[in-house]
């Protein structure tokens, strides 16, 4: 497969994820998969923002990006929520929530630093925000039965 070919299969399997949206993932029946459609739709979000950041897209348009994939962050970790289960029962999936958000956290700071200086305030909220969901994410995998 020649890269050019490779790299638009990539893209048109990433833009799949796209036009999945929080709504979707809410119409899942188990928890597992809302979780992790929502997680997928994060990292989604987070790729469109940056190829609008590499566009020069309007800073308005990158925010309401970075803004669903915060949506989708917390709505992952309350889609386990929903199921009444105590934390230390769902280690494998509070785990897998924790490092997603954790490696988010770490490509969002490279990501604000790119942003020009004006706009980093708003995106700075939203990097909190997902540091958030990441400690309730932590504070889950950490706790035994």
């Not at 928890?31 to 609008?52: G, V």
């Amino acid at each position: 497969m020649t890269r050019a070919a490779l790299l638009l299969s990539l893209f048109a399997f990433t833009s799949g994820f796209a036009s999945d949206d929080l709504e979707a993932a809410k119409k899942e029946t188990s928890p597992d998969r809302r979780q992790r459609r929502a997680l997928d739709l994060m990292d989604a979000s987070f790729h469109q923002a940056q190829d609008a950041l590499r566009e020069n897209s309007p800073p308005d348009k990158v925010q309401a990006l970075l803004d669903q994939m915060a949506d989708a962050a917390e709505y992952s970790l309350a889609a386990l929520r929903e199921t009444g289960q105590k934390p230390g029962k769902m280690t494998k999936q509070y785990k897998r929530g924790d490092l997603r958000t954790r490696e988010l956290i770490r490509k969002l700071e490279s990501f604000i630093n790119a942003m020009a200086y004006g706009d980093r305030p708003a995106a700075v909220k939203t990097k909190v925000r997902i540091q958030v969901v990441a400690e309730e994410y932590l504070l889950g995998a950490m706790s035994r039965k």
